[in-house]
DNA sequence: GTCTATATTCCGATAGAC
DNA sequence: GTCTATCGGAATATAGAC
């Protein structure tokens, strides 16, 4: 057994100032993108002074991109998890609509701040950000040709069925101040409306793609 | 007849330098936003001075505004002339997937800058950008709800099927570059994808809504 | 580690010549 | 109308005391 002493940890503790530092750059990136966070607002957040940033993350480019490397690398994994596990389609595609309506009416900056980030600079986001792992959907689009090939499932390129899903999912919650222009809700209406949204995209989904 | 001189046009001549300004400056605000954008790089889009812009616009808020006024009022009556023609509702939904698909393909941007300056500014966009006329689509809801009574058409409430046609149409042209992670897509088999949204799009959708 | 004070850089805006 | 030069403020970053 190693009786070395243990260095840092690589995870700071949960309430140092390091880590509130790190929370409140989460919030504040991610609702008001790169350019439009101030450190100021971060080091108020945190409750502690703008020089302490620095002595932490150096410079605000780098504080930037290890909350994105954060957001990306807790985002994407559970996205893969679901489509990836090996229940059966129906309720793999049951589950993956509930726990995705969930996760971004929870969270509906995160979805906006992934693509206008993912926009703005592909380059540094497929070269140091994105976990090399990450592969290509296998048992999911597998499922859905064996479903097809047995004549349970009407035929559909599995890519697109992934992306329609997806589509339903985040879109409406991501757009939402643009659905009280086109559809003319007022706020309460459109909570009603987003609540049903569950119910609604499975039912279209199943509708779709079941013979 | 008035002979009374005729004053400036308000609309600037269409390669003054006013306008060329306005031409930078929207492409420059749609993809980088207020606060990303650089009245520098606006003055050498134009192809002219920063003391310039300041001169027609007095300042970059104003030009901003007048910016996002004009891609607001080009984008939203078109998609609701669309959708309350009084085309037969199947040619209708047609249509206005074909002409939208077309649209975002070719103006990636419009939409994001759209969402994002929605989310971070509503009550500018409510109070002074958005025009008043704008109101709910009725000739379309109303077509969907005489099918879905003649049962030609799956019950479903039209403000959900609008929704869900509009997510299936904007959200993968936004998304590019997460499709390329999620789908593991390399940019040809990408384009390849996005150029069969159209048919895959009005596939899905009547597969759903048609009995 | 945490602070105050200050340096530095960047950017929007103005003054003033032509 | 268009330019050069410059101001002034805001925001990032550093120096140095505690």
Known sequence: MDNTPVPTPPTPAADSAEQRIFDAAHEVFVQKGLDGAKMQEIADRAGINKALLHYYYRSKEKLYEMVAKAVINRAFPII?????????????????????????????????????????????????ILPKELLKPSIFFAQVEAEIA??????????????????????????????????????????QFLSERKAEVKKFVFQAIKP
Chains 1, 2 share one sequence.
Do not use: W
């Open 80 to 128: 893969r998890q679901l489509i990836e596990s090996d229940d059966p389609l129906e309720q793999k595609i049951t589950r993956f609509i509930d726990f995705y309506i969930d996760l971004v009416s929870r969270n509906p900056f995160v979805p906006l701040f992934v693509i206008t980030e993912l926009n703005k600079h592909p380059d540094r986001f497929f070269e140091t």
């Open 150 to 191: 047995k004549g349970t499932l009407r035929p559909i390129q599995p890519q697109h069925l992934l992306v329609n899903i997806v589509s339903l999912c985040i879109f409406p919650f991501v757009a939402r101040p643009m659905l009280r222009i086109v559809l003319g809700l007022q706020p309460p209406e459109l909570a």
